[in-house]
């Protein structure tokens, strides 16, 4: 049948656009319906706001370019909105506005820049090919992955600790995404499409252990038995460690106490016991309730898989340990704590544009 004169035919539309459609190179988006919608047909704007919709950040780009676009938002990352006006206003100013995306703290992208790398990774971790990926124009791609509760702020976009891996997202380093395409023409595509940051993949725990700061250094050598006196003073120099953190690295410090407090159940901590005493320290430093309990029970159970070598002789030495205890010259406290400050250097947050370098803009 013909539609009536004047009214437009539905079936004319050449692009299919439901909430939560993005551009893509192939697949289904997964809890989404199936569309048309690919990086050629839409223009940036419409995907600008599926993003937005989807609950992501979005900043617009200088046009064929990846760095933020100045007349536009002239504080960078900082000014990354998901309101439709906000969004509307930019792109009505320069529609050929490459899209910046953001995601909230969350959520982990892996900006893995070269192939061999991406087929190491999902070598070792296949789940990961069930994750959101965005291909690069350089043949790369961006994997969209959500962190474990109380892991928000735990990593930092200023580390690399995997060859050909970058990390991105987490509220604090956008990616380029589709349909952005560059000067020469190369442009990204969706090979499976992104959804909501609460329907994502967790990150593999294994892949997340290589990705978090290591737990302070261990004893040398492993020795067997410890005293629950001996437990005991070790955890409460890890809480003084905790309560004493500064601002920028408290969460970290968590982490990694409660991953070393975890390595000292094997020897008969109770794990109860050590939960308690660093959540304690933790509200101390600062910290919400709420995010130091899930840490610190996230790294206790990490760190029971790793129990911590304890020398025979080992025992506390110097004003940092609990009083009383026999003072030994096997491992030097002061060197290892010298070495965890180094450690911790590393995983200083970045700038708050995420705009070191390259650093923001893969």
Do not use: C
Request: aromatic share 6%; charged share 25%; glycine share 12%.
């Amino acid at each position: 049948m013909k539609g009536k004169p004047g009214r437009p035919n539905p079936t004319a539309r050449l692009v299919e656009v439901s909430k939560g459609s993005l551009p893509q190179a192939e697949g289904r988006g997964v809890g989404h319906r199936a569309s048309r919608y690919s990086p050629r047909q839409s223009p940036p704007l419409e995907a600008t706001l599926a993003y937005a919709r989807l609950g992501y950040r979005v900043l617009p780009l200088h046009p064929g370019e990846k760095r933020p676009h100045g007349g536009l938002v002239s504080h960078g990352l900082k000014e990354a909105s998901r309101e439709e006006a906000v969004i509307r206003a930019w792109w009505g100013r320069e529609p050929r506005a490459g899209v910046g995306l953001l995601a909230p703290e969350g959520v982990l992208v892996l900006d893995v820049d070269r192939p061999e790398a991406w087929e190491g990774l999902r070598e070792e971790h296949p789940g990961l090919l069930e994750a959101p990926r965005q291909r690069t124009p350089k043949g790369g791609v961006h994997l969209f992955l959500r962190l474990p509760p109380g892991l928000e702020g735990a990593l930092s976009a200023s580390v690399r600790r995997l060859e050909g891996v970058d990390l991105r997202g987490m509220g604090r380093a956008y990616v380029v995404a589709a349909p952005t395409r560059l000067a020469d023409g190369r442009g990204y595509a969706w090979e499976r499409p992104l959804v909501e940051p609460e329907a994502l993949p967790l990150v593999p725990s294994g892949l997340l252990q290589r990705l978090l700061p290591p737990p302070p250094p261990p004893p040398r050598e492993v020795g067997l038995g410890a005293s629950p006196r001996r437990l005991r003073a070790i955890l409460e120099a890890f809480a003084d460690r905790v309560a004493a953190a500064p601002i920028g690295q408290r969460h970290l410090t968590l982490i990694a106490y409660a991953r070393a407090a975890g390595g000292l159940i094997p020897h008969g901590l109770d794990s109860r016991e050590a939960e308690e005493l660093l959540v304690a320290a933790a509200l101390q430093a600062g910290l919400p309730e709420r995010e130091a309990r899930e840490a610190v029970r996230w790294g206790l159970e990490v760190g029971a898989q790793a129990p911590l070598p304890l020398e025979e002789d080992f025992g506390p030495r110097g004003a940092f340990w609990a009083k009383g205890l026999a003072q030994n010259p096997a491992p030097s406290w002061t060197a290892q704590t010298r070495f965890w400050a180094n450690e911790t250097h590393q995983y200083r947050e970045p700038n708050p544009w995420g705009e070191g370098g390259e650093g923001g803009w893969r």
